[in-house]
């Protein structure tokens, strides 16, 4: 067996987690009083006064929302609704974010995706796809909220995405399903002809806070599945599993499982950059489309056993394995061999235009645990090892990538999908702790009915071996998850003052509520413990308007305290949005509807809360 | 200081509490070697296999749902969506639950109220009233699902509701705002003429699991805050706290704390009861109307210290004991005093038409903790003591309400609104466990930007001295909880096959499209891993209708197994449904938008759900 080595670790670990926990035997029944070995429940508990190590972000599925946890006391810290509303937060309710969301009233949030710079984690943004409805947006984690969202044309469902480039210069966004260009009507029967899977490269303008699509690629009509961008020497690179390269048009389970070898995409960006620069590309649909058949260069097919599922990137940048769902194995390739084949011209064929490698030419090696069965996707700590989830064994694999060998294993509750590890995409991973992110729970939990939560085993990955130190449950359904170090993050807790902000209103005397024609403006403050549409009103608390007036509510919290968040909420109107400290919001809604509806604060802010209140008074027409 | 009993508490204790830890010292920074005293980190810890003791049932405030967590871990096991659509699930999505909640998208979920027996919780049924929209729904707690949704009229805001009479006969529906009758317009300066604050009582049926309306009563136009059911000797009768009895219209931080006292109102349910079978009574809006002031008896005032916020009635219904948001102390009045004082017409004067009772002849004591700020509400255990939060103090006071003394305090992590202990609402509380909601969260958890947290607090209270366990964030905005022994909960896992089910396919033979002029009806299957929606067709797995058709898909999961849950979504058509294992559920659209658009199975159900697909063909209007 490899030497395992045990580096300095007392700059590695805070919080909860001493450093000579690692050579430690973790059993609980049998305590010790050493104050150096913390049971199971320690390790986990992280007392008040003190915090978590590190956020989990895990994806919401088709909650379409974020889910924050802390590690390692796994604590559920908040939801951070993305492409679905949030009444509780007025996510789609103000103006800019309804009209982010447009129509859509949910999502299927799979794989979230952090900024990059050098290859890690910068903690400065966020992104996110919707498979269900070919969304893509952009977190500022300053402040936890989604900024930008953007409706992605031609594609059918950015499942492996967003996956970054290691400076965050492109999200790429390929798509589980093959659908005619230009979301045209085309019968399934031409499917092979009209069919096309488009993937999708996007920027982000992280000044201007803007996601933009830089160029598509139109792929053969198979669904892809999961990707990941290169590192170091494979930094312009980036691959993507296939299946159904059968194109089968029904009952896959079936039909998309016939070959005995699917494909991996691997391309590289700079080089199809460079095709759009020079012109190389049609223009459709208002976006530059590169053809691989038309367009040669830069694409390539390396067969790999059938029907992938998860892809990953090793933190050196030299290997990309590969995981069958249906195989027992795991196949690690080399980048440099594929390069090299690449050079040599040494394909075997071609697929729907494409060159495909040798097989052998690339494959570095077949890691084939005893006994595991369908192995999904692989994660690295900082000592040379990657963990592997097995979703038909339920278990994790520790095994070291550069030899094949198989260190460790354990079981998991059950049935694991994606697993995450401390900053375990990256070209620094930090070990410390293992998330299983489980797709059954059955009985682990107090039951809530037939619909269970899905689980979540978390592991300190610190020792040889791997611990097994807790079980969570989730709201369905983390497909991803990235784990990020709480020193990258630098949130913000009261917005500053913006004198350029037309809207908002810091000093009482400007409150004012402004007729134009039909449509009134309301210029308000919300502060402990009341609203103030206009403060020179006899009931400065009170908006009336006649039936059918269009109504925008600008209001401004001017409590620049840490924490204190108003909400304002109309009753009957099905209104609610909340103001942040220091933040204004915009709101505009038609008061359709005569009658008296009172209106209240709905986040609890003050000893003098319930009285923070007032009226809207639609006058019915005449 | 009264001398504390400890009865035998193997048969109150379960999971991984050991009995002998109530006369431990809990302090983790000078942990013992005896394996009979567990760390805080140990008593909150369950590890895999084990199970949770309690259920904590947390309103989720302007969320709309329901958020369910476990006691002693805090783990958040699942949101329950109730008056907010959940695509998650596709609530709201699928035909019956988005007719059961209309156009409304929000809701402002305040006290979750569990149907009761003796006055103790039975676990059948949950209630919960929305106070933004005027409605009040039932969950069945075999299934953890809304079953049923009531729109309350000539309502302003079910704040203190539902609270249920102990064998669930009625839950009362009192309002935190007056709007005029029939949610007419009229001017506020015609506030005391015009506006009222409608109470319902509502019945629930729970064979047909529905909701009704048996009647309301016309209270004067006064802020209704909190309420409670009697119990035993009390147990026909129910009290509410006020605030604006000053009738103020506007700036209510200010208008609203003028007089010296409030009221609580005291009412026999029984006596109103008979009254609408006298028919003493009006109709109104197709509602059996109450007015106080025409339809004497049964509903008196009590005088309360300024803007009382709780009112909570002893396990033995001897006293409620009401407490001031702006007043130091709490009061307790006594049950028996006030039958007295009704029964010797010992007023002391009227107030809108109703009868005022002396304080000095109901009030038993006034308990006032020195330094103690803010009491909010209060919980009971098995041991004759209360306990109450305080506002602005952050503490919780543990009391003895025979004799007022004051026999512990504990900081809490900051300020509390309401708390919870084990069926510490009912006649028959258990001890064991407090938790503190607390509305302010400020640094207690790794941040996630402006919007923090609201926090819990959770205390181990079978000792003398109240035990912090743990600090647990939790998403805005648990205003109330109750907490219910897992024994107590019966669900169910898999739902039977009903042959009188009309939608129901359970035999892939059965599966078809029909056509009835523009309207598709799929009678189809979802099981692992494919969907049927015609088994004869070429492509049992597409369904192709013509652009403006109305489609209603049937769909019914034959996994009649544990745990698996399959999803139905269409892409870009926004639309997403669950079907829990054996359950049927349809849903209907328009296929206004032409094209192809895929069908996946959006919740992971197997090492093939990725292949579990289909396609939507729109075929394009000529």
């Given at each position: ?15 909860v987690?001493?450093?000579t ?32 190590d ?48 447009g ?19 910068d ?93 598509q ?15 170091g020497?494979?930094?312009k ?18 039909n ?14 700079e ?12 223009e ?22 059938k ?21 027992p ?54 000592k ?14 520790k ?14 509750y ?60 989730v709201?369905?359904?983390?497909h991803?998850g ?20 037309p ?22 403050i ?42 304002l ?24 509807k ?23 008074l639609?006058?019915?027409k005449?």
């Amino acid at each position: 067996m490899k030497k395992i080595i045990f580096p300095g670790v007392a700059g590695l670990v805070s919080g909860v987690l001493a450093a000579t926990v690692f050579f430690a035997d973790f059993n609980t029944t049998t305590p010790t009083t050493s104050a150096s070995v913390k049971s199971k429940a320690e390790q986990v508990y992280v007392p008040h006064g003190e915090l978590d190590d590190y956020y989990l972000f895990n994806s919401g599925g088709h909650s379409g929302q974020l889910f924050i946890y802390g590690v390692p006391s796994m604590r559920h810290i908040r939801t951070v609704p993305v492409f679905t509303p949030d009444p509780a937060t007025g996510y789609g309710f103000d103006d800019y974010t309804r009209e982010m969301l447009g129509d859509y009233t949910w999502g299927d949030l799979h794989h979230p995706a952090f900024s990059e710079t050098d290859g890690d984690y910068d903690g400065k943004f966020l992104f996110a796809t919707d498979v269900a409805n070919n969304r893509v947006a952009a977190l500022d984690l300053a402040d936890f909220h989604t900024v930008d969202m953007l409706k992605v044309p031609n594609s059918g469902g950015p499942h492996c995405a967003a996956f970054v480039t290691e400076n965050t210069e492109y999200l790429f966004l390929p798509t589980r399903f093959a659908v005619p260009m230009g979301n045209e009507f085309a019968s399934l029967d031409e499917y092979s002809e009209t069919y096309r899977g488009v993937m999708s490269a996007v920027t982000f303008d992280e000044e201007e806070q803007k996601l933009d699509i830089a160029y598509q690629v139109s792929l053969p009509p198979w669904s892809y599945d999961k990707a990941r961008a290169g590192k170091g020497l494979s930094g312009k690179w980036a691959v993507i599993t296939t299946y159904n390269t059968e194109e089968a048009t029904t009952n896959l389970e079936i039909n998309a499982s016939q070959a005995d070898r699917d494909y991996i995409v691997l391309f590289n960006w700079e080089e199809l950059e460079q095709k759009i620069e020079n012109g190389e590309y049609e223009e459709f649909d208002g976006q530059k489309m590169i053809y691989p058949e038309k367009h040669k260069g830069g694409i390539y097919l390396v067969p790999v056993a059938k029907s992938p599922h998860g892809v990953d990137v090793s933190p050196d940048g030299k290997y990309f394995v590969a995981s069958g769902k249906l195989a027992p194995a795991m196949t690690v390739f080399s980048f440099e061999k594929a390069f090299e084949a690449i050079a040599n011209e040494d394909f075997s064929s071609e697929r729907n235009g494409i060159p495909v490698l040798n097989y052998e030419s690339v494959m570095e090696r077949e890691v084939d645990p005893p006994g595991a069965l369908g192995p999904l996707h692989t994660q690295f700590d900082d000592k040379g090892y990657a963990y592997t989830t097995m979703f038909i064994s339920s278990e994790v694999v520790k095994w070291d990538y550069e030899t094949g060998e198989v260190v460790d294993r354990h079981d998991v509750y059950y049935s694991p999908g994606h697993l995450v590890t401390a900053h375990g995409d990256t070209a620094k991973p930090r070990g410390d702790y293992l998330v299983s992110l489980n797709k059954i729970a059955k009985d682990n939990y107090l039951s809530v009915g037939p619909s269970h939560p899905e689980s979540m085993d978390l592991f300190n990955i610190n020792g040889e071996k791997m611990v097994h130190l807790s079980s969570t449950p989730v709201n369905p359904e983390p497909h991803y998850g990235q784990m990020i170090h709480r020193d990258v993050i630098n949130t913000f807790h009261v917005y500053q003052q913006d004198e350029n902000n037309p809207y908002a209103v810091y000093d009482q005397k400007n409150t004012r509520i402004e007729r134009d024609g039909d449509h009134v403006s309301v210029y308000g403050i919300s502060m402990r413990s009341k609203f103030i549409f206009d403060a020179a009103a006899d009931r400065p608390d009170v908006i009336e308007v006649n039936e059918g007036d269009t109504v925008t509510l600008h209001i401004t919290n001017t409590d620049f305290d840490q924490d204190i968040v108003h909400g304002l909420g109309i009753m009957d109107y099905n209104l609610n949005f909340e103001q942040m400290p220091g933040q204004t919001k915009s709101l505009t809604f038609v008061a359709d509807k005569p009658g008296v509806f009172p209106i209240y604060c709905t986040n609890f802010c003050s000893a003098l809360h319930q009285e923070m209140t007032g009226y809207l008074l639609v006058k019915p027409k005449e």
